[in-house]
């Protein structure tokens, strides 16, 4: 009897099969599709301080900007905004068992504060923190922009009890050091890693456009090398793979290099939300063929400390792989 259940930054879930933050996680119809397919936990599409500021700019005239009448509108249309999602999380609660993690990302301090609190009060089992940043200003040095990472959560952690997860992207000198500093302040879980918007060239008309916004299979090996040092390197936090899982077998590497737990999205897109149950049903297949009963059996056993050489996830063996090829 093959039994899948695991914790995940302090979550019971049946099975590691998270559902990551989407469009496809924004409505109720796809939410309830979500755990037909056997998902054991939902993210939901983050809500957007950029996306509440721009719906505030639309309704107002440039030359209101600043004005009593801005202030309102912007107050408004931003309660709104949030009234939506916070109903958003009520109703997935009302509709579905498995467990709802809310997402939010902010840029200011004062702003996550306040949402964390209502989100909490909705209903959330959780909140995963999507903190985004362009470290882009040539005067500030790169521990800077970390430490707002840092008073960022602190702020959020006196505000909520519910378990808080942040989603990462691995943009940082030392991953490592982060996820640690993470854990030593007592976060629940880390999502390694975030995919953000890519800008592309059109070479015909000199716009600029989105590039791909879906991840490709090759994209598991970024995070499969991160998830693979983290886990062996960091105790106490929970770990979230996330880019580049399109089918059970990348999802079995990342368990097998130490993730708590794996989320899709790209894939569900392209293949449907119910191709989740056959990813599912191949990973308890393989667990079978390895006479694994349970994802504690088998999760971490090729992480960086648990393998013979663990410079095969360090670059130096990369090159030396790459020095062999004529
Ligand atoms: C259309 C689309 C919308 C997304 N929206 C969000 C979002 O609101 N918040 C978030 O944290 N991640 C968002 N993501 C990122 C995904 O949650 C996920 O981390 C990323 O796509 C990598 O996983 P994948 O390889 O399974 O697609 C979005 C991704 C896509 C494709």
Redesign the pocket.
Known sequence: MINLETTYAGLKLKNPFIV????LTSNIKSIEEIERAGAGAI?L??L?EEQIRNEAGQLTDFNDYHTEAYDYINTYVKDNSVDNYLNLIRQAKMAVDIPIIA?I?CMQEKDWTSFAKKIETAGADAL?L?IYTMAIDKTTEGYKYEEMYFEIIKEVQKTIKIPIIV?LGYYFTNLVYIVNRLSAMKVDGV?L???FFSPDIDINDFSIKPAS???SPD?LRIPLRWMAIISSKVQQISLSA?????DAEAAIKMLLVGADTV?????L?QKGIPYLSEIIKETEKWMGTKNYSSVSDFRGKMSYLNIDNPALFERAQFMKHFSSFE
């Open positions: 990551s933050s989407s469009e993210v599409k983050s957007f997402s990302n995963e999507n989603k999502v890693f975030n995919r916004i879906f991840t994209d996330s880019t580049g899982i399109h989320q899709v999205c790209s894939v897109y």
